[in-house]
């Protein structure tokens, strides 16, 4: 069991980006916006909407009489600590991080056929991987090989990135008619321990179900958080460290890896409860509740 802990992604640490942050015209004090107009606002990233129609010299992060956030824009959706927003581009999308020293990234809500990796540092490539998506489900003749449905995997880890402080990282997601990723994070890595068996996944749905006198059933959908129950081996001479480090990010969203090959394992969310178990001399057990973020 491991988690990855973020590194803010700031202007300095994007070098690059194949999307444009043109999804509205920019901001500007001069112009009289009608009801409803959107702009982007370059200083945050963020796309705002006018409530009032009119002209104000306050910038729309500051003006909140005049301006509401509607959202990231599209170049900022990935790094913008939030489940529910996607960065989206034709076939092809690309970026370029230089965050410091991390030990691994983490790509979810990913639409794409594959993802590539290259690390380079000082101009000479040092780590390169190429995750081809297609989990090849329901394949098991030449039928089902043209005819079936294609499944492809929503999330890419990647633990072993090599330590160089001062390294780029480039991410190129390609796909056949479209790319999109929902949250990129790239940070330090943890080992809480082994995952034991027993792992249990679940939704927390937070849609709406309700029936009247009639029997009508009425469902609005809403939006969903992954739930996660993980068993965990931890060395009991570890026991103290993995404590101390579930408490530091008690209140912080972190990538937590329960078994890299099942997506459903690999949530961005946070601690909802913990309890460890001494067993043993040389071997506690631990038990770890997870909720993603919505």
Same mark, same amino acid.
């Given at each position: 069991?491991?988690?990855?802990?973020?590194?803010?992604?700031?202007?300095?640490?994007?070098?690059?980006?194949?999307?444009?942050?043109?999804?509205?015209?920019?901001?500007?004090?001069?112009?009289?916006?009608?009801?409803?107009?959107?702009?982007?606002?370059?200083?945050?990233?963020?796309?705002?909407?006018?409530?009032?129609? =009119?002209?104000?010299?306050?910038?729309?992060?500051?003006?909140?009489?005049?301006?509401?956030?509607?959202?990231?824009?599209?170049?900022?959706?990935?790094?913008?600590?939030?489940?529910?927003?996607?960065?989206?581009? =034709?076939?092809?999308?690309? @970026?370029?991080?230089?965050?410091?020293?991390? #030990? !691994?990234?983490?790509?979810?809500?990913?639409?794409?056929?594959?993802?590539?990796?290259?690390?380079?540092?000082?101009?000479?490539?040092?780590?390169?991987?190429?995750?081809?998506?297609?989990?090849?489900?329901?394949?098991?003749?030449?039928?089902?090989?043209?005819?079936?449905?294609?499944? %492809? /995997?929503?999330?890419?880890?990647?633990?072993?990135?090599?330590? @160089?402080?001062?390294?780029?990282?480039?991410?190129?997601?390609? =796909?056949?008619?479209?790319?999109?990723?929902?949250?990129?994070?790239?940070?330090?890595?943890?080992?809480?321990?082994?995952?034991?068996?027993?792992?249990?996944?679940?939704?927390?749905?937070?849609?709406? /179900?309700?029936?009247?006198?009639?029997?009508?059933?009425?469902?609005?959908?809403?939006?969903?958080? /992954?739930?996660?129950?993980?068993?965990?081996?931890?060395?009991?001479?570890?026991?103290?460290?993995? !404590?101390?480090?579930?408490?530091?990010? #008690?209140?912080?969203?972190?990538?937590?890896?329960? !078994?890299?090959?099942?997506?459903?394992?690999?949530?961005?969310?946070?601690? /909802?409860?913990?309890?460890?178990?001494?067993?043993?001399?040389?071997?506690?057990?631990?038990? %770890?509740?997870?909720?993603?973020?919505?």
């Amino acid at each position: 069991m491991q988690f990855i802990t973020p590194t803010a992604i700031t202007d300095a640490k994007l070098v690059s980006s194949s999307l444009p942050e043109t999804d509205y015209p920019a901001w500007s004090a001069a112009t009289a916006y009608s009801v409803g107009a959107r702009v982007v606002h370059a200083a945050t990233h963020s796309v705002y909407q006018r409530l009032v129609a =009119g002209t104000t010299a306050g910038s729309p992060d500051v003006d909140v009489a005049n301006w509401q956030r509607v959202g990231p824009t599209n170049r900022w959706a990935m790094f913008d600590r939030a489940t529910g927003t996607l960065s989206t581009s =034709g076939t092809t999308m690309t @970026f370029t991080l230089a965050p410091g020293l991390v #030990r !691994a990234i983490a790509l979810l809500d990913v639409t794409a056929n594959s993802v590539t990796v290259v690390m380079t540092n000082a101009g000479t490539e040092v780590y390169r991987r190429v995750v081809n998506l297609n989990t090849g489900y329901g394949v098991n003749d030449w039928y089902t090989y043209f005819f079936s449905e294609v499944v %492809l /995997k929503r999330t890419v880890v990647l633990t072993d990135l090599p330590p @160089f402080g001062e390294a780029q990282i480039t991410v190129t997601l390609s =796909g056949t008619s479209s790319t999109a990723v929902g949250t990129v994070v790239v940070g330090s890595l943890f080992n809480l321990g082994g995952t034991r068996a027993g792992m249990q996944f679940g939704l927390l749905d937070y849609s709406v /179900k309700s029936t009247d006198a009639f029997g009508v059933t009425t469902l609005v959908e809403r939006a969903y958080a /992954k739930r996660m129950t993980v068993p965990i081996a931890i060395l009991t001479p570890n026991v103290d460290e993995a !404590a101390r480090r579930l408490a530091l990010i #008690r209140a912080t969203p972190v990538v937590w890896i329960g !078994a890299a090959r099942f997506d459903q394992s690999i949530v961005y969310g946070f601690a /909802k409860d913990w309890s460890i178990d001494l067993a043993y001399d040389q071997v506690s057990f631990c038990s %770890l509740t997870i909720e993603g973020l919505s």
